[in-house]
């Protein structure tokens, strides 16, 4: 079987030390595509940097939610010409956090860079990752009124599964990861349970979110297979097949 995880941080201060060992062990299990997320200014030049230097890894840049001041002082018109390199291939992860943030006026500032970096996105004909905590209804009415004309993806998506006909509305993918493997975790079960196959992607978000049996320790991508064995007993699909789809809907939404 051939992985693609969409969605890590080989880029983080935990990973990036290992990064030699991570790929050399994730080619040997099939997992022949990574997508490395920035999610800061300095995030985001080292996948570029990683994305260059390693032929089966991408790239994404882009500022997060709570990351904002990161780009204080920084040429952002420069910054974003990164998207210009072939492998550098979404903007992200970008998007709304009302569970760390609950300032209005820092809300606001994040709905305005959101918005923006949509924008940017579209300028550049890329997809986006978007990233949406305790922020659904208005992470919703952004993309509504400012589509992301390449499309994208709701990383780690934990909105309602009642929205996620909206979501899916907006042609966007829809990103699943180590809690859908949580024992007491009922709404991505019901999510799993519900996105259409042609709509699912997966994604270990390593370092963080590691899946069951090894909640709370550090996350790589070679945790992916667990992810999609949780989703194939969810779905009564069986593994390959899930495999199989993600793959290329990773390709087919990140021109990999
Ligand atoms: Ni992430």
Known sequence: MKYFDTHCHLNSPQLYPKIEEILQNCKEKGIDLLLVVGYDYQTSLLAAEIAKKYPFCYAAIGIHPTELNSLVGIDEDQFYTLLNHPKVVALGEIGLDYYWVKDIDERNKQKEWFIKQIEIANRYNKPIIIHSRDAAQD????LKHHRPMKGGVMHCYSCSSEMLPLFLELGLFIGLDGPVTFLNAANPKEVARSVPLDRLLVETDSPYLAPHPYRGKENTPLNLPLIIEA???????????????TYSNGKKLFHV
């Open 139 to 142: 992470t919703y009415e952004i």
């Open 231 to 245: 989703i194939a007993k969810i779905k009564e699909i069986n593994a390959e097949k899930i495999c199989e789809c």
